[in-house]
């Protein structure tokens, strides 16, 4: 089992909708991420968090936005997606940011824009 | 910018055999490499990190080596079963000043039973 937990499993949305991500981790990790995978493609960075604060945003559209309530959670909102936005999202988090720091993945969720 | 290759692109085996999946990546200067394995739909499980300072690390059946000098890494699963049909994705830090990871296209391995 994953020590990286993330909610829903699946979700659909229309490109009208208004949805959230929802990731936690209680390992005591500073650092939070988001990745975006395609299918048959590898994980692509989307946001970095390090101690709840944005450090690396890697000039994703605005209709996704991150949030870190605290250094366990990890949110992403999303509003007017684009069906081509359909891919499976991944959460992972490392004890600190830096090169040096192992990353934990969850399970993702998969998700569908129609 | 880092960029990671893996070869084979894909690999089809039968049960038993003992395979190597191998990993390139173009700046030598990372801090560790991580293996992951894959499963359809699923998240990434972490198998093996090696750190800079290691040239290979151990888990059951899987053995991972790590050249930097030459900026190769390659994964070793010994007597292989249909179970370790999956995609195994290798991943550097990106480096230059950027968090997170780089990964390549991983291999999809199957293991005919």
């Known amino acids: 089992d994953t020590e990286v937990t993330q909610t829903p499993k699946h979700l659909v949305m229309g490109m009208t909708n208004k949805k959230s991500l929802k990731c936690e981790q209680h390992?005591?990790?500073?650092?939070m991420y988001w990745y975006k995978q395609k299918a048959k493609k590898p994980p692509e960075l989307m946001f970095v968090?390090?101690?709840?604060?944005?450090?690396i945003n890697e000039s994703v559209p605005s209709r996704f936005s991150p949030e870190c309530p605290n250094s366990s959670l990890l949110n992403l909102h999303l509003h007017a997606l684009q069906p081509e936005d359909s891919a499976l999202y991944l959460c992972?988090?490392?004890?600190?940011?830096?090169?040096?720091?192992?990353?934990?993945f969850g399970n993702g969720t998969r998700l569908t824009v129609t | 910018k880092q960029e990671v290759t893996q070869i084979p692109a894909a690999l089809s085996v039968p049960e038993g055999e003992n395979l190597v999946l191998n990993c390139s990546f173009t700046d030598s200067a990372i801090y560790n490499l991580q293996w992951f394995r894959q499963d359809p739909g699923k998240g990434l499980t972490s198998l093996l990190l090696?750190?800079?300072?290691?040239r290979e690390q151990t888990s059951g059946r899987l053995n991972a080596s790590l050249d930097k000098s030459s900026g190769r890494s390659t994964l070793y699963i010994a007597a292989s079963q249909p179970g370790d049909s999956a995609t195994y994705l290798c991943?550097?830090?990106?480096?230059?000043?950027?968090?997170?990871?780089?990964f390549g296209k991983g291999t999809h391995l199957i293991i005919q039973p």
């Open positions: 991943a550097v830090p990106s480096g230059g000043g950027a968090d997170g990871l780089t």
């Open positions: 968090y390090s101690y709840e604060k944005l450090s």
């Open positions: 090696i750190q800079s300072s290691q």
């Open positions: 390992m005591g990790h500073r650092a």
């Open positions: 992972a988090s490392s004890p600190r940011s830096g090169s040096d720091s192992p990353l934990h």
